[in-house]
């Protein structure tokens, strides 16, 4: 079993739609839980990032947080065309390492 | 300011080569990772560097080494390279202190091709 799972996709959603992406992580110690948006060609860059059993928003953005499932989620609102990447759930393991899912593609088509 | 810089942005190599990617950032920061970026794999990390003169074995160090040069650079090594180490290769670093809020900037990037 892979410590982060996310499905491959891609995910297509309408103009306008909410996308929804979804993790699971295998080590129940996990705390600290990051989403990254990498566009085609181009490296990660941070989108969200979430610590606590809940929603986290940020804009369009809302990062969500189960941990007794083992599931964080990331539902992006009023998708946008610029929106289309591949999203790559990490978990951080002890110290300052990152433990990275193969990531979802999303499409957003106009 | 130009964050994580890293060079060559492409590189060819023939089986048993040997060659060092360069990478610097620019933000202070403590730690350094280096990662390899396969499709359907995600990346996953080769080595990290938690502080200047530390460093430390990841998920897929072999056929790997590293040098942290100075707080700023962070060099990774293929001493005989192989087909399967074809990869994009990330540099990233963080201000990471012991705290949660750790973000990792990464670099452009080094895309590798081994012959």
């Known amino acids: 079993q892979k410590e982060v799972e996310q499905n491959s996709g891609p995910l297509s959603v309408p103009e306008g739609a909410i996308a929804s992406l979804n993790c699971t992580y295998s080590?129940?110690?996990?705390?600290?839980f990051f989403w990254y948006r990498q566009y085609s060609g181009k490296s990660p860059e941070l989108i969200m990032s979430?610590?606590?059993?809940g929603d986290k928003e940020d804009g369009r953005f809302t990062a969500q947080l189960n941990k007794a499932s083992q599931y964080v989620s990331l539902l992006i609102r009023d998708s946008q065309p610029s929106d289309s990447a591949t999203y790559l759930c990490a978990v951080r393991q002890y110290g300052n390492k990152l433990v990275f899912g193969a990531g979802t593609i999303l499409r957003v088509k106009s | 300011n130009a964050g994580v810089t890293q060079t060559p942005k492409f590189q060819v190599l023939k089986t048993g080569q040997s060659m060092t990617l360069q990478c610097a950032q620019d933000?202070?920061?403590?730690?350094m990772y280096w990662y390899r970026q396969d499709p359907g794999m995600g990346l996953r990390l080769i080595y990290y560097s938690a502080s200047e003169g530390t460093t430390d074995k990841g998920e897929v160090p072999n056929g790997y080494n590293v040098s942290r040069l100075n707080k700023r650079e962070f060099s990774l090594r293929l001493e005989s390279a192989a087909p399967s180490q074809t990869s994009v290769y990330f540099c990233a670093s963080s201000d990471f202190d012991g705290r949660r809020t750790d973000t990792q900037y990464f670099g452009p990037g080094t895309r590798l091709t081994v012959l």
């Open positions: 080590d129940r110690g996990s705390q600290s």
């Open positions: 979430i610590y606590s059993n």
């Open positions: 933000m202070n920061h403590n730690s």
